[in-house]
């Protein structure tokens, strides 16, 4: 007996000082040494061999076996070539179709979330000699023909074509003006909710560009304030369509090299549309063009003959509520058929249809969804595609034979799993992790046999360890309408089921979103944790309108953003509050962005159950929002003024009870600081008080710099003060005072 107490002495003392070993994490070490970053792998630009990939490293275009992971060859060297105009410096790069160019980037300029403007050059891999794509000024998009002896790109808002043979420049529009017609470029709101910067195409003869036009004349502008230590402060003005104003008018032009000619396509119509995407198909002569009507739920393709413009429609679809856009259209290369993903039967999947708009079938069907469409391997007749079969948490990788049979899962780890695959799909690299694993990177052949790990970030893995990380855990809740929902937390280091915790709640919840998936969760990862173990419950839970549970989960909030996702947060925080080693006086919230804004909404419509909220880059009235976004969800103000008012914060402002912090960046060119100085404006007016952080000059991500650990170090003072109420010596004496004056039982904090 003696012995066996010894051994649980030492056992206990030994386990007691490997506890006190274990670090603390410091948001110094999260946002300004970057020391809990993953390893990752950048994305591969496969050559068309489908076993090599090239990669940009220090001024120099490297080539590697993907098998080995071996340096075969430099293809280009920074240092080794002059161009006029040339410093030395390489952004991004892209090959021919052929292989024998490469289009270089340098002196990149930023413009919008995408786009950008450079110095453009090509490389003739054969001579090595680089040669600028022009000279008086940075241009965009630089963009060879399939031929690979022309290069198209815009210029001041005009189409180019340039010859690389005999060396000349054809300027193919002249009316280009800034803030008013843009052409080959999207304008800021196409750019923004449509995701795409190059709004032109090359046809497959290379002899014909398709460009987009936008007139945006009659749209309104926003100014933005820049300060620069100047005089006076910079002015960015830029148009900016808000709901229910005007859009611009996009029309489509097919420009043609031999004749020097350019046409109009017809398929614009007298009700208000959006063109969100072009598509040449196998036929160089015949353009596809994607027309959306302004309520975004009436989609048809459209064929355009390439020689005289004349359109007819190859299919449409309907939806009761929107349609979301993808780039999953594919034209197959026997000319004959193309694949479509839709939600036409309440799930994501992918139909096969004819070129005369004849559906043929599904390749995928079931109650779940198709998540990410990879590609066609057409050689031997196989499609893969990416799903969340076995739960909206996770993720497989598939494939299927292109006429809809022998469906078979190539992945068969828990978990979340995505792939890259080579052009050949001879092979393909795999990510893999878990919410308690950082990825993975690992080469697998055409017969998902292991080739060899790329990384396999075990340093983070021991990092954890060294750390003593909370294990984070998934639950789900049933809210009030009987839906079952999932949610993740991590409990408090040194968890006592007999103590009462805070808990803190991080939420995104927007349409088709999701936060809770069985996948690594990056920076703020760490930050749950360093929270956990000063004391903190985090929580997180998807509420309805989130993505991979169907069609009719994820648009349930059309027409009311906002309502059903907040009352599914309250739901969660009761669900929390209920738990035994919780205390149901301390819950918090924190979201970003459409996370702001329902955070803003649940402190405000839950002050009975929130005492404290963080919301950064908040939309507080979907009328200050663009038309793209908005009107999918919402239609316009004057179509739907009850959805807008009982969804939006600022028209709640006198219901705050809790604590509120406010944050925004004064460059965010996306979500105007106007909402956030409207918001705060309407909490003056109704005499609440609270606190407000804002950033000159920083966009919507607020970034740059310190700017980061400059936020995080706010909102954890923030947190301890308000929500685990350690407000320091001074602000407890205060408390004390005011609640023996008051007579006070409680303040809530």
């Known amino acids: ?60 275009i490297e080539q590697y076996d993907l098998t080995t992971g071996e340096k075969i060859a430099t293809l280009f060297d920074a240092k080794e070539v002059k161009a006029e105009g040339f410093g030395g410096r390489i952004n991004s790069y892209s090959f021919s179709a052929d292989e024998s160019k490469i289009v270089v980037s340098s002196d990149r300029e930023q413009i919008y979330r995408y786009s950008s403007r450079s110095n453009y050059f090509i490389y003739d891999r054969a001579s090595k000699v ?21 290069v198209a790109f815009v210029y001041n808002n005009n189409m180019y074509c340039k010859d690389l043979t ?51 004349s009659e749209v309104k502008e926003f100014t933005m304030t820049n300060y620069r230590d100047d005089l006076y402060p910079e002015y960015v003005t830029f148009k900016y369509p808000k709901v229910g104003e005007k859009n611009a008018i996009v029309t489509i032009h097919i420009y043609d090299i031999k004749s020097n000619n350019t046409i109009d396509a017809a398929v614009t119509t007298e009700e208000e549309y959006y063109i969100p995407r072009i598509k040449w198909t196998t036929d160089p002569n015949q353009l596809c063009v994607t027309r959306l009507n302004r309520h975004q739920n009436d989609l048809r393709l459209l064929l355009v003959n390439a020689n005289n413009g004349k359109a007819k429609e190859l299919i449409r679809e309907v939806n009761k509520y929107y349609i979301d856009i993808d780039d999953n259209l594919t034209f197959l290369q026997d000319g004959k058929h193309f694949l479509w993903t839709s939600e036409m039967d309440g799930w994501h999947h992918i139909y096969k249809y004819d070129m005369n708009g004849q559906r043929l079938g599904n390749l995928t069907k079931g109650k779940w969804d198709v998540t990410s469409f990879y590609g066609v391997d057409e050689k031997n007749g196989l499609v893969y595609y990416q799903a969340a079969k076995n739960s909206p948490m996770d993720r497989e990788i598939y494939t299927v ?11 068969d780890q828990d978990g979340w799993n995505s792939a890259q695959f080579s052009s050949t799909f001879d092979y393909y690299v795999l990510s893999h992790s878990t919410i308690n ?25 021991q990092v954890q360890d060294n750390y003593g990380t909370q294990e984070v855990e998934f639950f789900s809740f049933t809210n009030r309408e009987g839906t079952d929902l999932n949610g993740y937390f991590i409990k408090p280091k040194n968890f006592d089921e007999n103590k009462k915790y805070p ?24 930050w749950f944790q360093m929270l956990a173990q000063q004391g903190y419950m985090i929580a ?31 739901d969660a925080a009761n669900y929390l509050a ?32 929130f005492s404290a909220a963080i919301a950064v880059a908040p939309v507080t009235n979907w009328k200050w929002y663009d038309t793209i976004y908005t009107e999918r969800y919402m239609r316009t103000e004057k179509e739907n003024g009850s959805g807008y008012r009982n969804n939006s914060p600022v028209y709640f402002a006198r219901q705050l009870e809790g604590d509120y912090l406010l944050v925004h960046g004064m460059g965010d060119d996306n979500v105007h600081f106007q909402n956030t100085a409207e918001m705060a404006n309407a909490l003056v007016q109704a005499n609440k008080q609270f606190e407000t952080y804002f950033y000159p000059n920083r966009n919507h991500g607020i970034y740059g710099g310190p700017t980061r650990l400059h936020l995080y170090k706010k909102m954890t003072d923030f947190l301890d003060r308000k929500l685990k109420g350690n407000e320091g010596k001074a602000g407890k004496q205060s408390n004390q005072l005011i609640k023996s004056i008051k007579g006070e039982k409680m303040i809530k904090e």
């Open 540 to 570: 997180c839970v998807d509420n309805r309108g989130t993505g991979a549970r169907g069609e009719e989960f994820k648009k349930m909030t059309y027409m009311q953003l906002g309502k059903y996702e907040t009352e599914d947060q309250i």
């Open 166 to 216: 005999s060396g000349e420049t054809t300027q193919i529009t002249k009316d280009g003006e800034y803030n008013k017609i843009i052409n080959g470029a999207p304008d800021w709101v196409y750019e923004e909710e449509f995701s795409f910067h190059i709004a032109f195409e090359w046809s497959p003869d290379g002899e014909k560009i398709a460009f987009f036009k936008f007139d945006e």
């Open 130 to 150: 680089l040669e600028p794509v022009f000279t008086e000024g940075k241009h965009q998009y630089a963009t060879l023909n399939p031929q690979a002896d022309k």
């Open 578 to 609: 209920r738990l035994k080693y919780t205390d149901p006086n301390r819950i918090g919230i924190f979201g970003w962005s459409y996370g702001g804004y329902m955070s803003s909404l649940c402190l405000l419509k839950g002050n009975d159950i």
């Open 1 to 60: 007996m003696k012995s066996f107490t010894f051994i649980c002495f030492v056992f206990f003392i030994a386990f007691s000082f490997n506890a006190d070993a274990q670090k603390n994490i410091t948001l110094e070490e999260i946002w300004q040494d970057y020391k809990f970053f993953p390893k990752s792998v950048p994305g591969f630009n496969f050559l068309q061999d489908g076993k090599h990939y090239t990669r940009l490293i220090q001024g120099k």
């Open 437 to 461: 694993t950082p990825t993975t990177y690992t080469v697998y052949n055409r017969d998902n046999q292991e080739v060899r790990v790329i990384e396999n970030n075990a340093r983070l893995s």
């Open 503 to 526: 808990v803190f709640m991080y939420l995104y919840g927007g349409p088709g979103s999701q936060q809770v998936t069985n996948s690594w969760k990056g920076q703020n990862y760490w």
């Open 401 to 411: 034979d292109l006429n809809g049979k022998n469906a078979t899962t190539i992945t």
